[in-house]
């Protein structure tokens, strides 16, 4: 939900787990302005009602008619078409074509109905789920009903059956276990599940167990599960050709040539057209998807990319180059929408054995991130477009609190001559030290520390370079290291493994990934601005995406617990608001900017929300877009 990028309906989500990769904006995350309005149930919980029409750039009567391909261009290919087992913001693009989620957000607090119908919940603690009774798998699976999400849940994603007490381990290494392993599922009617929480959870509706979630065939992975069947589950046809998907997307797969293009075709009977009209989900989804067929292309280099976008092969474009903006902005066939970015770009500090090992030490990564200049990499590189963050949440956020977070790399808090006596105080009580301008180590030798970027974008090696050319200053050897295309920098440096274990983003404490290095740049953050709970997975010591190895000196797991469990939302701010702080404070990565995306259209395509009235969840109702021209 990658990236990757994790986060619109299709774009925004990759990496709903919550990764994004540099500028392809995906999951895993999301957010906006709260505007949710309640009932009172008969079950003594809450039940959403919410409104889901609104104005758009467009009106039904404008011409919206079915034809046309949809066409982007990504710079690297999925990795899968198994969601057990990837979460990249590709592989979630091609995946979401074919498969919706439970539910999705317009707005903070603000659902929109897709396989869930509605929700009830009793004391922020037990949560009852409704499925539509439209939903259905490809023969010869049937419906698609609770038994399905409970088979899944409990023996895939790890969570518990009613009376049991021991965490399940995640046997098949699946990526939603750290979503589902501390959850109680269990059925509670043909179409109605129950998950119960160890501990009251406000905003459960906004975690990324349903918020994203899918579930599986139970008669497809069944036979898999009994015989423990992890290569059986990975290599299975149908979960790598999603023939499965019956109608729960706006889109059958239809071919996947590797490396090339990935193409996928309107889909017959779209479940949400059965419900067009109704409150939750607008009339112009009645004809939903209004596209004949709907196409990624693999095109590695930017530059070809871009070209493909100037000779309007592409409908669109996810997030221009910032140096390249006002010139595609003259083009007649293109227009421009700039919706906030909730992913945080940020230079990685390696604090595994396979990297330089001071990096362990908070007071070095200080040091490290006064040398470098936020505005420049903000306004030079990136021609302004972002805002200069400090932390792990975006100043739009209500979770900010700019008089708890420190800063680095800016005004008084940036510059060689104190990141220099920053570092020497640092390593003082080390064989490290400086002989001149040089920082060198017990043998006298100058530290040289490895950049690897991410390649497909011709900003991370200008960032790596800047890094370079700042950490000369105060004495430090910077070698830029093309790290390759995604796919590529995730096997080589960011997967860990022990000398026996499946390699997993975070394997341990005694981890290392398959190549060294010391910086990293190119993989953006969803920093859950919505329901920064999601965010856990990065900063905990044993969180699913902690590949760099941080070992918090702050409590973070206790104040993750405490904003999680708070019924209160003072309570619930505090807690964010001391964990926001230590991360600025202890500097696990050095949080570079927040930017927004620069997305460029085929001017003839039609229907997102009108000027002024979309943020960065614009995407939610994008099956109803369309060409006006075809």
């Known amino acids: 939900m990658p990236s990757g990028n994790t986060d619109k309906r299709i774009d925004r989500r990759s990496w709903l787990k919550a990764l994004g990769v540099g500028g392809a904006a995906g999951l895993a995350g999301c957010s906006g302005n709260q505007n949710q309005n309640t009932g009172t149930s008969d079950k003594g919980g809450t039940e959403t009602s919410e409104s889901t029409e609104e104005s758009t750039e467009a009106g039904d009567s404008s011409g919206r008619s079915i034809g046309g391909t949809y066409r982007e261009a990504l710079s690297a290919d999925a990795k899968s078409l198994n969601f057990l087992f990837h979460s990249d913001a590709n592989t979630t693009k091609f995946v979401d074509a074919t498969m919706d989620y439970a539910y999705d957000f317009k707005d903070i607090g603000e659902i929109v109905p897709m396989w869930v119908e509605s929700y009830t919940e009793k004391d922020k603690k037990e949560w009852t789920f409704t499925l539509r009774d439209n939903l259905r798998w490809s023969d010869p699976y049937g419906d698609l009903t609770a038994e399905d999400w409970v088979y899944t849940a409990q023996n895939l994603y790890g969570a518990k059956a009613p009376g049991e007490s021991k965490t399940k381990e995640n046997w098949a290494g699946v990526v939603q276990y750290s979503d589902w392993k501390n959850l109680t599922i269990e059925k509670a009617g043909k179409r109605k599940l129950t998950v119960t929480l160890p501990e009251p959870q406000p905003a459960f509706i906004a975690s990324t167990a349903f918020w994203g979630g899918r579930c599986l065939p139970k008669d497809l992975v069944k036979g898999y599960v009994e015989d423990k069947d992890i290569e059986g589950l990975k290599q299975d046809e149908e979960l790598n050709s999603l023939s499965y998907t019956g109608n729960l997307g706006p889109y059958d797969y239809e071919e996947w040539q590797r490396e090339s293009r990935f193409v996928a075709t309107r889909a017959d009977d779209y479940y949400l057209r059965e419900v067009a009209g109704s409150e939750e989900i607008p009339e112009r989804f009645a004809e939903a998807p209004y596209f004949e067929k709907y196409e990624l292309k693999i095109i590695g280099e930017e530059s070809t990319r871009l070209a493909s976008l100037k000779e309007g092969d592409l409908t669109y474009f996810e997030d221009v180059?910032?140096?390249?903006?006002?010139?595609?902005?003259?083009?007649?066939?293109?227009?421009?929408?700039?919706?906030?970015?909730?992913?945080?770009?940020m230079a990685y500090y390696n604090q595994r054995s396979n990297g330089w090992e001071m990096l362990q030490r908070k007071e070095v990564r200080r040091a490290l991130s006064t040398a470098v200049s936020k505005k420049a990499i903000a306004e030079n590189i990136y021609r302004g477009f972002p805002t200069v963050a400090h932390t792990f949440q975006p100043e739009w956020s209500p979770w900010y609190l700019?008089?708890?977070?420190?800063?680095f790399g800016i005004g008084d808090s940036y510059g060689s001559e104190k990141a220099r006596k920053m570092m020497k105080e640092a390593l003082s009580d080390t064989n490290y030290g400086y002989d001149g301008d040089k920082l060198v180590d017990g043998n006298?030798?100058?530290?040289?520390?490895?950049?690897?970027?991410?390649?497909?974008?011709?900003?991370?090696?200008?960032?790596?370079?800047?890094?370079?050319?700042?950490l000369a200053k105060i004495g430090i050897k910077v070698a830029p290291t093309n790290g390759g295309p995604f796919n590529t920098l995730q096997n080589k440096y960011m997967l860990t493994s022990t000398s026996d274990g499946t390699p997993s983003f975070n394997a341990g404490p005694d981890a290392t990934s398959q190549e060294p290095w010391d910086l990293m740049y190119g993989v953006a953050l969803n920093a859950y601005p919505i329901n920064p709970d999601g965010s856990r997975t990065f900063w905990v010591p044993d969180g699913g995406f902690n590949f760099y190895g941080y070992e918090p000196e702050a409590p973070m797991a206790d104040l993750y617990d405490t904003a999680q469990s708070a019924t209160d939302e003072k309570t619930r701010k505090e807690a964010f608001a001391k964990i926001f702080a230590a991360l600025s404070k202890e500097q696990p990565t050095n949080f570079l900017n927040f930017s927004v995306y620069k997305n460029a259209y085929d001017k003839n395509y039609m229907g997102m929300p009108a000027e002024g009235e979309f943020d960065y969840l614009e995407s939610w109702d994008s099956t109803s877009w369309y060409l006006a021209k075809q």
């Open 321 to 345: 180059p910032s140096q390249k903006v006002e010139q595609f902005q003259q083009m007649d066939h293109l227009k421009f929408r700039f919706p906030p970015n909730p992913f945080c770009s």
């Open 402 to 407: 700019t008089d708890k977070v420190e800063q």
């Open 444 to 470: 006298g030798e100058q530290v040289e520390l490895s950049f690897v970027y991410r390649a497909g974008s011709k900003n991370n090696q200008t960032v790596a370079e800047f890094f370079k050319q700042e």
